[in-house]
């Protein structure tokens, strides 16, 4: 299987070329055609680095020599859509970075192209395969029935980070909590704290609401904190779980834990893993790749997406209130909305 991999910058070198080169030590059959940047030292270095056997800085010229049977996309989000529409037209099996799409239009047009082409998409929501969040989504499955969830609480942590559209951040958490909710959401308010005095656009946002199976969410997003953390909690009656996703303190990378009536049932702590297994870049790189050669499926795919860009946007646009009910509420009944939810999970 011939690979491709299209951006070469920060997100790319940080994560997707480790997980690309791990993938490949362990799966011999995947050649690790090219990658491709503007910037040619970026593409020589990245194609250096992770053992790529060309580079190039032009795209098209990438596909029409190397033919790859999957590509990654790993562009600034202005960029993504424009770039995508045509691979997912031609039925490029793809993996693209988050957001899909940066409006509800470009996702609805990532979506046409995609149905046009047939081909295989996922979209790199990370956190639906870092290990910590992982064991709490097998917890919830094995123990928790989706609607006899009472609450879910997530809060995306983060200091210095005073760009203008955080939103683009923030839509990790709004992913996250639908994936362990099991359920679309029915309605969102926002709240926002403006921070002009950290530049302009710069919030903490809240988010409060109600999935359609009646779990109650609570989203916080603080951009200008005095630290790095990701955290969910998840309450039904008798118990809880905990999920630590980054891990703040050196002896371990992330925690979750499951308690019953204040004893803690189980403990799974997230110890010596690459950065890029721990961060789930490269589990989801091994699921998208995987499908293309026809093992397991690929998840999440953008048709699962509408909602998060719906809040992203929102975010974006300082809208205080989002109402699904009127389209999501026509969905059969919550089983029937649970049982499609898990169908799409790894
Ligand atoms: N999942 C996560 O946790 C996470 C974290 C950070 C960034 N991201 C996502 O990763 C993507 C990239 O972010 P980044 O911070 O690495 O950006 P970046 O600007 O550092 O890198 C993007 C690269 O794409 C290249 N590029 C742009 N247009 C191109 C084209 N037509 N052909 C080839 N190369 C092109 C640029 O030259 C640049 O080197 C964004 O979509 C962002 O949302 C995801």
New binding site residues.
Partial sequence: MKFCT???????SH?HGPSQKLYAQRHPEVELSAC????PQ?AETYRATFGFQHCYTN?EEMLAKENPDAVAL????S??SG?AIPLLERGMALHL???PGLTLNEYRRLLTAAQKGGGLNQV?F?RRYAPALVRARQWLDRDIPAQEVLHIRYDLVRYSRNESDFS?TAI?GIDAVQYLARSPYREIRLTYRELPQSGAGVAAISMEGVCLNGTEVSLTFQPMSGLLEETAAIHAIDQSIHVNLLGTQATFDGETSHWCRGALKSQVMVMNQELVER?G?YYETEAFLNAVQGIGTASPQLEDCRQQVILMEAIRTRKSRVDFADRDATRPNVSDVVRELSGIDR
């Avoid at 790993?74 to 989000?77: G, L």
């Fill in positions: 299209i951006g070469c910058g920060g997100h790319a994560s491709c940047d503007l910037n970026l795209l790993v562009v600034p989000a960029a993504t770039l970075e988050k957001p790199a990370n683009i990790h961060n870049v």
